[in-house]
């Protein structure tokens, strides 16, 4: 069992940046992928960025490559999310995922591909 705890979400204005960190705990050494998800009200849950752990591959939808960043966090098993120049359009609720082996042949940017999600964190952009 993993727990995700997401932070940093927050109201920033558009052209802002807000940095989204997410904390594992548990059985964490299972892990082998983490991710961000968003969902925003009437709108599907849709995929964000990812990265591999022991590699740091990195995948990005096309709404945020070039703008947002994910990395691992080197002091301990978590990752960040660093949003630039926002837009209003990413305002959403946005879930820390992890994923282990057992979903290792499952698209990154599919839901099934993880087995842990965190609570969420809220991220408005609007001035």
């Known amino acids: 069992q993993v727990q995700l705890v997401e932070s940093g979400g927050g109201l920033v204005q558009p052209g802002g940046s807000l940095r989204l960190s997410c904390s594992a705990s548990?059985?964490?050494?299972?892990?082998?992928?983490m991710g961000w998800f968003r969902q925003a009200p009437g709108k599907e849950r849709e995929f964000v960025a990812s990265?591999?752990?022991?590699?740091?591959?990195?995948y990005y939808s096309d709404f945020v490559k070039g703008r947002f960043t994910i990395s691992r966090d080197n002091a301990k098993i978590a990752v960040l999310l660093q949003m630039n120049s926002l837009k209003p359009e990413d305002t959403a609720e946005y879930f820390c995922?992890?994923?282990?082996?057992?979903?290792?042949?499952?698209?990154?940017?599919?839901?099934?591909?993880?087995?842990?999600w965190g609570q969420g964190t809220q991220v408005t952009v609007s001035s």
């Open positions: 995922v992890a994923g282990t082996l057992s979903r290792r042949n499952i698209p990154m940017t599919s839901n099934d591909a993880y087995d842990y």
């Open positions: 548990g059985r964490a050494r299972e892990i082998v992928k």
């Open positions: 990265i591999v752990w022991t590699r740091s591959n990195t």
